[in-house]
């Protein structure tokens, strides 16, 4: 159990550490996630390239090298113009949010559902579509909003397992005196 608890005390303190830095640098950690999604192309590109030449027949062949050549340009355009892909991030995002959004006010007005369950849809649903009007019209403030997101959110997550790890350490003796 002792490995247990270390593991997570240095995950949780990985993760305050993590959400610190992306809160106090959200422009930096918006820069992260690009060079990561290029990473991620690059490595799909490889992965494309790899199933192509496994395959049987010409077909499969040239479409998984035409996909490897896609990947290779998503990776090359988000390292060399990484403001224009975290702006696309966001923007897909910001539809996402609107997607969202409209369908949880539709279903908020679909039977079957009790009052306080629409209220709740309709209210979910209505702040969705707000954040896709606001990361559609200011999606540089969008994305630097998500890296704060995130950083707030691996602050939790790491104080967290902290808490998670300190009840366990609690929860060991006990456990040992049976």
Same mark, same amino acid.
């Given at each position: 159990?002792?490995?247990?608890?270390?593991?997570?005390?240095? %995950?949780?303190?990985?993760?305050?550490?993590?959400?610190?830095?992306?809160?106090?640098?959200?422009?930096?950690?918006?820069?992260?996630?690009?060079?990561?999604?290029?990473?991620?192309?690059?490595?799909?590109?490889?992965?494309?390239?790899?199933?192509?030449?496994?395959?049987?027949? /010409?077909?499969?062949?040239?479409?998984?090298?035409?996909?490897?050549?896609?990947?290779? /340009?998503?990776?090359?355009?988000?390292?060399?113009?990484?403001?224009?892909?975290?702006?696309?991030?966001? $923007? $897909?995002?910001?539809?996402?949010?609107?997607?969202?959004?409209?369908?949880?006010?539709?279903?908020?007005?679909?039977?079957?559902?009790?009052?306080?369950? %629409?209220?709740?849809?309709?209210?979910?649903?209505?702040?969705?579509?707000?954040?896709?009007?606001?990361?559609?019209?200011?999606?540089?403030?969008?994305?630097?909003?998500?890296?704060?997101?995130?950083?707030?959110?691996?602050?939790?997550?790491?104080?967290?397992?902290?808490? $998670?790890? /300190?009840?366990?350490?609690?929860?060991?003796?006990? $456990?040992?005196? %049976?």
């Amino acid at each position: 159990m002792k490995n247990l608890d270390s593991t997570l005390i240095w %995950r949780g303190l990985l993760a305050i550490l993590v959400g610190v830095i992306a809160v106090a640098w959200p422009g930096i950690t918006v820069g992260a996630f690009v060079i990561l999604f290029a990473v991620y192309a690059f490595l799909a590109a490889g992965l494309d390239a790899m199933r192509a030449f496994q395959s049987q027949s /010409a077909g499969p062949v040239a479409g998984r090298l035409v996909l490897a050549l896609l990947d290779v /340009a998503a990776g090359v355009v988000a390292l060399v113009w990484p403001d224009i892909t975290a702006l696309a991030l966001t $923007l $897909l995002i910001a539809v996402w949010a609107f997607v969202i959004g409209f369908l949880e006010v539709f279903f908020a007005f679909s039977a079957g559902e009790s009052a306080g369950e %629409r209220a709740l849809l309709g209210l979910t649903g209505l702040i969705s579509v707000a954040l896709g009007v606001v990361f559609a019209i200011r999606p540089d403030v969008g994305a630097i909003t998500i890296a704060e997101v995130f950083g707030l959110f691996s602050i939790v997550a790491g104080i967290s397992t902290l808490v $998670l790890s /300190a009840n366990l350490r609690s929860v060991t003796p006990s $456990l040992a005196g %049976r």
